[in-house]
C-alpha cells in the first residue's frame, strides 16, 4: 500500500512563487478576517451595539460555519484541485466581506460575517498540503512559517487600510474597498498556482472519519490542537480587542490607534512566526520534541509581557512591553502546523490540517472575542471603560494553559511523527 504520493520535483524557483501566491491569499484571509477590529468604535457608534454583540461578530458569527466546513471543502480539496478550492474559496470570502459594508445592523452584519467564514474554510488546509507538496521536510517548517506570515501582515494591513479608509469616507467604504481586491486577485492566484502532478498512483481516497480515527489514537494530536486553541482563545481575542483597549485606555485616535497596533503585529508578528520555522527546521531534525518545547517556551513568556504592557501607564512603556508578545505568541504557528503535517501520510494531509483546525478555531475564534468582550460587559459596573483592559489580563491564561498541554505531548509526538515515505 501506499502510504504517500510523491509529486513531481519544480525548481525551487517556482516553489517560491507558489509560496509568495499563497501568502498574498492568506494576508487577504486575514485582512478580511481582522478587519472588523479596527472598525468596532466606529460601527459601535452608528448601529449601537454592546461589547457583547461585537465580540459575537468578531467570532461565533465567522466560526461557526468556517470551522464546520473545512473539513469537507479540505477532503475535496485532497480528492480534486487545491488551487482551484483555494481559488473559489477567496472569491466566496472577499465577496462576503464587500457585503459588510452594506449591512444596516447586528443580525444582518452576523449573516456576511458567516459568510466570510464559509469562504475562508477552504482556504488553509489546502495551502497547507500545497505547500508540503512543494518542499521538502529540511525546509517545510520554514516555508509554512513563511506562509504563516500572512497573519501578521494581514492584521496589521486590515488594522492600517481600514483605518485609513474609514477615516477617509466611512467603516462601509473599508470593507467594500478590501473585499472587492480579494475577489480580483482570486483569478491572477488561479493562473499562476498549479496543481502538483504525481509521480505515481494516487494515494486512496479517504473519508474524514478514517483520517480523524488516525489522529485519534494519537495523544500528540489533541494535545497539540487543545494548546493551540487556547492560545488562539488568547490571541484571537486579543487581535480583535486591542484597538478599543488602546482607545479607552490612552485616548487614541482611530489613526494613532492603527500606526501603534498595527506596528506592533507587523514587527513582532513577523519576526515571531518566521523565528519559530527556523528553530523548528534546525532543532527538529534532531529531537522531533522540539516542534512542542519550541512552542511551550515562547507561551511561558508571552503572558506575564502582555499584563505588563496592558499595566502600563505610558503608550511608549506599552509599545515595548507589548512588542515581543506580539511575536513570541504567533512563534508556534510553524512547528505545530508541521508537526500535525506529520501525524498522517501524505495523502492525508490537508483533511488532516482540517481536523486540527477545527478544533484550532472552534475554541479559539469561536470564542476568543466573545469571552472577551462577554468579561468587559460583566466588569464594566466596576471597572468602566477600563474594563477592556482588565478583561484581556484574564484571557492571559489561556498562554499557561497552552504551554502546559503542548508540553505533555512532547513524548507522543516523537512516537507519533511519520516521515515522508516514498511510494
Given at each position: ?191 499562476v498556482v498549479k496543481e502538483p502532478k504525481a509521480t505515481g498512483p494516487k494515494g486512496p481516497a479517504v473519508p ?11 495523544r500528540s494530536f489533541w494535545l497539540m490542537s487543545f494548546a493551540s486553541a487556547m492560545s488562539s482563545l488568547a490571541?484571537?481575542?486579543?487581535a480583535f480587542w486591542v484597538p478599543s483597549i488602546l482607545i479607552r485606555t490612552f485616548g487614541f485616535d482611530l ?169
Amino acid at each position: 500500500m501506499n502510504t504517500g504520493t510523491p509529486e513531481v520535483p519544480h525548481s525551487r524557483g517556482y516553489a517560491r512563487l507558489v509560496l509568495a501566491m499563497l501568502l498574498i491569499a492568506y494576508t487577504f484571509n486575514f485582512l478580511d478576517r481582522q478587519i472588523l477590529g479596527i472598525l468596532v468604535p466606529a460601527i459601535k457608534a452608528d448601529l449601537g451595539l454592546t461589547d457583547t454583540q461585537l465580540g459575537a461578530l468578531g467570532s461565533i458569527a465567522f466560526a461557526l460555519l468556517y470551522s464546520t466546513l473545512a473539513i469537507p471543502l479540505a477532503l475535496i480539496a485532497d480528492r480534486t484541485s487545491r488551487s482551484w478550492v483555494i481559488s473559489i474559496s477567496m472569491v466566496v470570502w472577499s465577496g462576503f466581506t464587500a457585503l459588510c459594508g452594506a449591512a444596516t445592523g447586528f443580525w444582518q452584519l452576523f449573516l456576511f460575517r458567516l459568510g466570510v467564514g464559509v469562504g475562508e474554510a477552504g482556504g488553509v488546509a489546502p495551502s497547507y498540503a500545497l505547500i508540503s507538496a512543494y518542499f521538502p521536510p529540511e525546509r517545510r517548517a520554514r516555508a509554512l512559517s513563511i506562509y504563516s506570515l500572512g497573519i501578521p501582515v494581514g492584521l496589521a494591513a486590515g488594522i492600517m487600510l481600514g483605518a485609513a479608509i474609514a477615516k477617509a469616507v466611512d467603516w462601509r467604504a473599508a470593507f467594500i474597498v478590501v473585499g472587492l481586491a480579494g475577489v480580483l486577485f482570486a483569478p491572477v492566484f488561479r493562473l499562476v498556482v498549479k496543481e502538483p502532478k504525481a509521480t505515481g498512483p494516487k494515494g486512496p481516497a479517504v473519508p474524514v472519519r478514517a483520517v480523524f480515527a488516525i489522529l485519534a489514537r494519537k495523544r500528540s494530536f489533541w494535545l497539540m490542537s487543545f494548546a493551540s486553541a487556547m492560545s488562539s482563545l488568547a490571541g484571537y481575542g486579543l487581535a480583535f480587542w486591542v484597538p478599543s483597549i488602546l482607545i479607552r485606555t490612552f485616548g487614541f485616535d482611530l489613526s494613532t490607534t492603527s500606526y501603534f497596533y498595527g506596528s506592533l503585529l507587523l514587527i513582532g508578528g513577523v519576526s515571531g512566526i518566521f523565528l519559530g520555522g527556523v528553530l523548528a527546521d534546525r532543532l527538529g531534525q534532531l529531537d522531533r520534541g522540539a516542534y512542542a518545547k519550541v512552542s511551550a517556551c515562547a507561551w511561558l513568556v508571552t503572558a506575564p509581557l502582555f499584563i505588563a504592557g496592558f499595566m502600563a501607564t505610558s503608550p511608549l512603556v506599552a509599545w515595548l512591553f507589548l512588542l515581543v508578545p506580539n511575536a513570541l505568541n504567533v512563534l508556534f504557528v510553524g512547528p505545530i502546523t508541521t508537526a500535525v503535517q506529520h501525524l498522517v501520510p501524505a495523502y492525508m494531509r490537508a483533511s488532516a490540517s482540517a481536523c486540527f483546525l477545527f478544533i484550532n478555531n472552534l475554541i479559539g475564534i469561536g470564542a476568543g472575542s466573545w469571552v472577551l468582550g462577554g468579561i468587559s460587559d460583566l466588569m464594566k459596573p466596576h471597572f468602566g471603560d477600563e474594563s477592556l483592559r482588565y478583561s484581556a489580563i484574564v484571557l492571559m491564561s489561556g498562554y499557561f494553559l497552552a504551554a502546559c498541554l503542548v508540553m505533555l505531548s512532547v513524548k507522543s509526538l516523537r512516537k507519533d511523527w511519520i516521515d515522508d515515505t516514498p511510494a
